[in-house]
């Protein structure tokens, strides 16, 4: 793996992942986190939680778990909630810590965004509860977005810790091509979006099923 320096902008690679999008991965990548907000909306409605609930838990049940898997754990869990059962009898395809943490997210009152990202405690997975939840800055810093940054292939299983001050790094950098979204690809787009269509586009380029 090349060296990296969390000092210096890296931007010039996600432009030039975002440049490699084509019509299909710029409309997949718009709309994925539009879509999984109707997901958290519908789960929401349906079990009498709050959106912020129901985002909750998607993003704690999200580790080490298939999307859609993810979306089956999250509604299994708020259903069980809903009929006064206990979550943690739930089987999940992700960490007993992280269906602890939807269980703790469903025991709040009319809870705030930040009362649930406290409970998430986690970079990444509390910017992709942000995300869904239309925090436009937010950016899910996953092992993908790690590789589009570093502009390298990296199994997301090499992926290394990202500490706060990388972390914000290269979040930052996602949110500064942003701005700069319509000349390279010619939509108006929100750094979380960027993410979005930046992975969707490493995902096909790669082959990543």
């Not at 754990?73 to 739930?90: F, H, P, Q, T, Y």
């Not at 869904?132 to 810093?141: P, Y």
């Not at 290269?170 to 787009?189: M, N, Q």
Request: proline share 2%; aromatic share 8%.
């Amino acid at each position: 793996m090349k060296k990296h320096n969390a000092n210096r902008a890296l931007t010039r690679n996600i432009s030039g992942m975002l440049l490699f999008a084509n019509a299909s991965d710029i409309e997949e990548g718009i709309e994925w986190y539009a879509r999984a907000g109707r997901l958290g909306r519908r789960l929401a409605d349906t079990y009498g939680c709050t959106m912020e609930q129901s985002v909750g838990v998607l993003a704690a049940l999200s580790p080490n778990n298939k999307w859609k898997r993810n979306c089956q754990d999250a509604e299994s869990c708020i259903k069980a909630w809903s009929l006064g059962r206990d979550v943690m009898d739930i089987v999940c395809c992700t960490y007993p810590v992280m269906k602890d943490k939807a269980k703790r997210i469903l025991s709040l009152s009319a809870p705030s965004r930040d009362d649930v990202a406290a409970i998430l405690h986690g970079r990444k997975i509390s910017a992709f509860a942000l995300s869904i939840l239309g925090e436009h800055s937010a950016v899910c810093v996953d092992g993908h977005a790690f590789a589009i940054w570093l502009g390298e292939r990296v199994p997301t299983t090499k992926t290394p810790t990202l500490g706060k001050k990388l972390y914000s790094r290269i979040s930052a950098d996602y949110c500064t091509v942003a701005k700069r979204a319509w000349a390279i690809c010619g939509h108006d787009l929100t750094a979380a979006q960027v993410q979005a269509v930046t992975w969707v586009t490493y995902r096909r380029i790669s082959g990543i099923k």
